[in-house]
């Protein structure tokens, strides 16, 4: 990594007949294996910005480099087949079944037909397609189902780079988000270079590793990781285009395991019902968590304690809801607010107590 | 002698065949060659669209031109001949196969071309293997019209000498056949007509199976 796959050097694109570029003067970076979104306002700029570097569309000056060769200086055909493109209408060929709209670049590649049989198999299996929708044609497919083809298609001779114009937006938001965790599974293992265009701030914020945000003429405001540009919005621009819930969406890009735990009021089995007590009169909870070797028992108080010597007379009650290191600050908050403790409780596989979440603690993390 | 003569039918059959046959090939001819002149048109038209209106316009004057008096018009050069009746007949195909290919053509979604260029397509390589494909439908839809047209004017070249089927009504007025020669050519050109339709229609269904399997969707 670090070492730039794409780059734009003061590119700007004015279209014959228009008054004001769509792209006035463009610098920008993509790494090997990084996915950029371009994100920004509508008509700002984000596909003439892509098309370019595809050579759909042409810059009028500025240069674009890929793998360090200048597009212009290259057959365009060439360039294309070895960069995957998905469109948000997807555009698949409604005369070709699925498996021959996937077997698309393969088949001009001059692959053998038992090396694309494979290959489509392979990609159905893949974006998780059915075998039995293969030999449909796109009109007898769902919205999802159309725009799995069309990923598989893109990837179908696994070109390093993946050019992706808004390709999820046409699907019910729930679809939406099952392949856009589904595309950053494929993505992890894959390690494209992607551009990624989108509107809409929260998928960009999912997807980016790095988020340019542009203003009207492809001006570039921002260029970040989610986390810097929703801790530090580099101008009102950013900041207003990130829009109200900064703070909980940066909670969402946190995980748990990036920060300290607060430690609790713990005891063991063994204690006596009067530390216990003393704990929870003390400890500002109402509660205190039983603990045997590390492993978390559930929480006892002071009614569940009454006439007991030891805390191992009582029977400590299971919190509701844990979590773990490995998810976000979000998810702990969301914890926190619906528990009737008021605390997120964190462990870590099979039960172990790592600590608690409060309230105070995660809005430290807002701000800072 | 009553009007259903159907012993001079009976004692005609070769007659009425020969001139059936003539009548399927004047009008495969006339199809044949205006498909032949119409689609280099069409693809000009589809390319440079600012010569599409100079193209419907010459072929729509042609199209306007009464048939009996294009054929007198050409008598005096090309004669009494098949080309003439040729060159009348494929001139009034030309107008609706264009005009259907130039629509087929331009009827390929955006998206779909810029995926295919996307895709790494040339060109050349769209129009054949993308548009052209998406197009047949409409152009099959209007070689049918085409060779409908066309079965019904054949029977006009009866005049010039030729005609088919138009002969053997021409003679019946003429009294050189009975007057059931009429209802016979008359019968037998609207099912040829008929007959032709279907037969494009099948063929149609059979190269575009993706233009009718639209299932009903189910779930992601
Ligand atoms: N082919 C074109 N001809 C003229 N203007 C165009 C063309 N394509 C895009 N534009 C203009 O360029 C600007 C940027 O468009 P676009 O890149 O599509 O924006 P975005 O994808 O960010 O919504 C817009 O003002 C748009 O109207
Ligand atoms: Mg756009």
Redesign the interface.
């Given at each position: 990594m670090g070492d730039t796959m794409i780059s734009l050097r003061h590119v700007a694109k004015r279209f014959p007949g228009t008054r004001t570029p769509a792209v006035r003067d463009l610098s920008l970076d993509v790494d090997r294996g990084e996915t950029v979104v371009l994100v920004g306002p509508s008509g700002c700029g984000k596909t003439t910005t892509m098309k370019m570097i595809?050579r759909?569309i042409e810059p009028t000056s500025g240069t674009i480099e890929v793998d360090g060769t200048d597009v212009m200086a290259q057959d365009p055909?060439?360039l294309?087949?070895g960069?995957g493109?998905v469109?948000q209408?997807?555009?698949?060929?409604?005369?070709?079944t699925v498996a021959q709209n996937i077997a698309?670049?393969p088949r001009?590649e001059g692959w053998d037909d038992a090396r694309i049989d494979r290959r489509v198999r392979e990609l159905a299996a893949t974006l998780r397609l059915d075998e039995e929708l293969l030999d449909?044609?796109p009109?007898?497919?769902?919205?999802?189902?159309r725009q799995r083809v069309g990923v598989a298609?893109a990837l179908a001779v696994d070109p390093p780079v993946m050019?992706m114009d808004e390709p999820f937006a046409a699907?019910d938001p729930i679809?939406r988000a099952?392949l856009q965790d589904q595309f950053l599974d494929i993505q992890r293992r894959l390690r494209k270079t992607i551009v990624f265009v989108t509107h809409d701030i929260d998928e960009a914020i999912k997807m980016a590793d790095r988020i340019a945000i542009l203003n009207l003429g492809g001006v570039l405001e921002q260029h970040a990781p989610p986390e810097e540009i929703l801790r530090e919005p580099a101008n009102a621009f950013v900041e207003e285009f990130v829009g109200a819930e900064r703070g909980l969406k940066r909670l969402a890009l946190i995980k748990v395991s990036e920060i300290d735990v607060d430690e609790g009021p713990v005891v063991s089995p063994e204690d006596d019902a009067e530390k216990a007590r003393a704990l929870i009169r003390d400890g500002g909870f109402g509660w205190v968590s039983v603990l045997e070797d590390g492993e978390l028992l559930g929480w006892v108080d002071e009614a569940m304690l009454e006439g007991k010597a030891r805390v191992s007379d009582a029977t400590p009650r299971r919190f509701s809801a844990y979590v773990t290191a490995e998810d976000s600050l979000r998810q702990a908050l969301d914890s926190i607010v619906t528990s009737r403790t008021n605390v997120a409780v964190v462990v870590t596989e099979g039960q172990r107590y790592r600590g608690i979440l409060t309230l105070e603690r995660v809005s430290r993390e807002i701000v800072s | 002698m009553s009007f259903w003569n159907w012993e001079w039918v009976g004692t005609h059959l070769d007659l009425i065949g020969e001139k059936l046959g003539e009548h399927l090939w004047l009008t495969l001819l006339a199809v044949g060659f205006g498909l032949v002149v119409s689609f280099p048109l069409a693809i000009l038209a589809h390319r440079r669209a600012r010569t599409y209106p100079a193209i419907t316009w010459v072929t729509g004057l042609l199209y306007t031109i009464p048939s009996l008096a294009l054929f007198a018009l050409l008598v005096p050069f090309t004669g009494l001949s098949t080309l003439t009746a040729e060159i009348g007949l494929v001139s009034y195909t030309l107008l609706i196969l264009i005009r259907n290919a130039v629509t087929g053509l331009g009827g390929t979604p955006e998206d779909v071309k810029e995926a295919a260029r996307a895709m790494g397509y040339s060109e050349r390589g769209v129009l054949w293997r993308v548009e052209l494909p998406l197009a047949l439908p409409v152009i099959v839809a209007g070689i049918r019209i085409a060779t409908v047209t066309t079965i019904g004017l054949v029977t006009v070249t009866a005049l010039i000498g030729k005609g088919g089927l138009g002969a053997l009504m021409l003679g019946g007025f003429r009294r050189l056949y009975p007057q059931i020669a009429i209802l016979v050519g008359v019968a037998l050109s609207v099912a040829l007509a008929v007959a032709a339709d279907r037969v494009l229609l099948w063929a149609q269904r059979a190269l575009t199976p993706w233009a009718r399997r639209t299932r009903s969707v189910t779930a992601t």
């Open positions: 595809n759909l055909v060439r294309r087949r960069m493109y469109i209408s997807i555009g698949l060929m409604p005369h070709r698309t670049v001009l449909r044609y009109a007898e497919l769902s919205g999802g189902q298609r050019l699907v679809v099952v | -």
